[in-house]
């Protein structure tokens, strides 16, 4: 049953708006319809024990309670003004920012959110088929979270399209939802979300490496002089966090347990865990294609968004020159066969100053892996980063073939090698015979650690999923 407008939370006063509400009252029930075809499969009458934002204040944003996933209230939350705001980087420097698109932006602000904007149900499809293969009621209740906000980010951006871009944004609205992950009619438009997730250890690596590409991606668009999308990604950034935190621990608990065989001189692949080779090989696929979401190492369009005012770097306020325009950065990229270092105005080079934050953070992810790798009593052996050089679809090292050390080497050899270094269909066929569905309470399946702790102080055991006759 669909939800009535008046329902949605929201801080943007949309009542007041008759025009607003009709074109969001005509997209709602597509919206639904879209959820209900491929939001996830098997559960949409259960009850989940999921958190709903009410407002943005500390105590609204996180209620939690038994939801229906298609009721879930999907809300339009702007985070709070903070006085008169400035533009804080670019050639608008010190301005004051746009409650409005300024006009010779708006093609480049409606491109940057309804990119934005696809990853949001791209990432609900990929997923859709996993809550059949859960590993524990604890871990179901958790992506299902993740769908949710997924789908409540969605309709931050949809706002924004309808509420700023007239006729155009309500189009760009309608094909959000007639996109589809993997379609070969029409595709998401990132490559990263057309990715097939059939198993749980790649849900975990792509909750962790490509959803934080979007922390990164969401805090660049934080700063931007276009006000009302700066406080709409700075309000999902607050949600995001969960869904890293999804990736992060999910990971670390595989990797607990496959650590934990190995210290007790069991072979994993026999004991129905993951061996760490494979893990290894889930991290290599995800984080590269993740690091191409970044886009190429030299960009004019990320020189201009950043000139304009309409796309930060992250943390902004930490930088020493909000212009940057003296400054350069130094790469290396092949060139006939050798790597060569090259110069570039440092606003050309702003996709790779967010992706150095973002490989910062992943580091200290792994290291965090390592760590349980340690402390479940395995030494010598350890997860790692692949250069950011290796496997790419995106910027120069596209056109030529790296190991995962960054070292350049024929097509030949690394066609002959990859199989030891990216996820094989072997790999994807042991890790899949391993998904059987847990949905005893208190219970995992044998590839994963249990959690630490539940969820908004709840045990572990507690029914975050009951069935629909409970």
């Known amino acids: 049953m669909a939800q009535s407008l008046e329902s949605i939370p929201n801080n943007v006063d949309l009542s007041s708006d008759r025009r607003l509400q009709r074109a969001l009252e005509q997209w709602q029930p597509n919206f639904l319809s879209w959820w209900r075809e491929v939001g996830p499969e098997g559960f949409q009458a259960h009850q989940i024990y999921l958190r709903t934002a009410v407002s943005v204040e500390p105590d609204g944003w996180a209620t939690f309670d038994y939801v229906r996933m298609p009721e879930y209230r999907w809300g339009i939350f702007l985070a709070p003004r903070s006085g008169e705001r400035k533009i804080g980087f670019g050639d608008n420097f010190g301005e004051p920012a746009w409650d409005d698109v300024p006009g010779e932006h708006r093609n480049a602000l409606r491109r940057i959110i309804v990119t934005q904007a ?8 990929q997923q859709r088929l996993l809550g059949k293969v859960a590993p524990s009621l604890y871990d179901l209740r958790n ?3 993740v769908n949710v906000e997924e789908g409540r980010h969605l309709w931050a951006m949809v706002y924004l399209l309808h509420r700023h871009f007239g006729r155009d944004g309500r189009e760009e609205a309608e094909e959000l939802l007639a996109r589809r992950s993997g379609s070969s009619d029409k595709p998401r438009i990132l490559n990263a979300f057309n990715e097939p997730i059939d198993d749980w250890l790649s849900f975990f690596m792509f909750a962790m490496f490509t959803d934080r590409d979007g922390k990164y991606q969401l805090s660049a668009l934080a700063e931007s002089g276009f006000d009302p999308l700066a406080r709409t990604t700075r309000f999902m950034l607050t949600e995001e966090a969960h869904h890293l935190f999804v990736g992060e621990m999910g990971v670390d608990r595989v990797v607990q347990r496959t650590a934990e065989l190995m210290a007790q001189g069991k072979e994993p692949r026999k004991e129905g865990a993951v061996p760490l080779d494979v893990i290894q090989r889930y991290l290599n696929q995800w984080f590269t294609l993740s ?9 004019s369009n990320a020189a201009d968004f950043f000139a304009a005012g309409l796309k930060g770097r992250f ?4 930088q020493p020159e909000h212009k940057a325009l003296s400054a350069s950065y130094r790469l290396e990229v092949p060139e006939n066969g050798a790597l060569i270092e090259q110069e570039v105005p440092l606003r050309n080079a702003m996709n790779e100053v967010l992706r150095d934050e973002y490989v910062k953070d992943c580091q200290r992810a792994v290291d965090r892996w390592n760590k349980t790798l340690l402390r479940s009593g395995v030494s010598g052996l350890s997860l790692r980063l692949p250069s950011r050089r290796f496997h790419r679809g995106v910027g120069p090292c596209a056109t030529a073939t790296f190991d995962p050390e960054g070292r350049l080497i024929s097509e030949a050899e690394y066609e002959a090698r990859k199989g030891g270094w990216l996820i094989s269909e072997a790999d994807r066929a042991y890790v899949q015979a391993l998904m059987h569905p847990v949905y005893q309470r208190g219970k995992v399946a044998s590839w994963i650690a249990p959690p630490a702790k ?6 572990v055991e507690f029914e975050y999923v009951k069935p629909p006759d409970a």
């Open 118 to 125: 696809d990853t949001e149900p791209a990432s609900v499809e």
């Open 143 to 145: 992506i299902f979270q």
């Open 291 to 299: 690091l191409d979401l970044f886009g190429g190492e030299v960009s």
């Open 315 to 318: 943390r902004e306020d930490d």
């Open 454 to 459: 539940g969820i908004n102080g709840m045990p």
